[in-house]
């Protein structure tokens, strides 16, 4: 399952994707747009990580979690 990542600040909100590079051993992190994540996630393929910066906290959350959890941390237009 390909997971995506909410990044939560006290500025707002961003969604990245991670890619991993083959001839470097870094990771590369691209933000994407909302509407990519609903669609990965509403087709069952994605989930999303949910990380707090400023607390460092996480949550992983994917079709098959808790609505309430998804519309808290997500928002209706995942469901």
């Known amino acids: 399952m390909k997971y995506y990542y909410k990044i939560i600040r006290l500025t707002g909100h ?3 994707n991670e890619f991993e590079k083959i001839k470097k051993h870094k990771n590369k992190v691209r933000e994407i747009h909302e509407s990519t994540v609903i669609k990965a996630f509403k087709s069952g393929n994605a989930g ?3 990380v707090f910066e400023e607390t460092d906290t ?3 959350l994917d079709s098959f979690s808790d609505q ?3 519309i808290k941390y997500l928002g ?3 469901i």
């Open 68 to 70: 309430e959890l998804i």
């Open 14 to 16: 961003y969604y990245v």
């Open 58 to 60: 996480t949550y992983t």
């Open 48 to 50: 999303v990580k949910v």
């Open 76 to 78: 209706k237009n995942f």
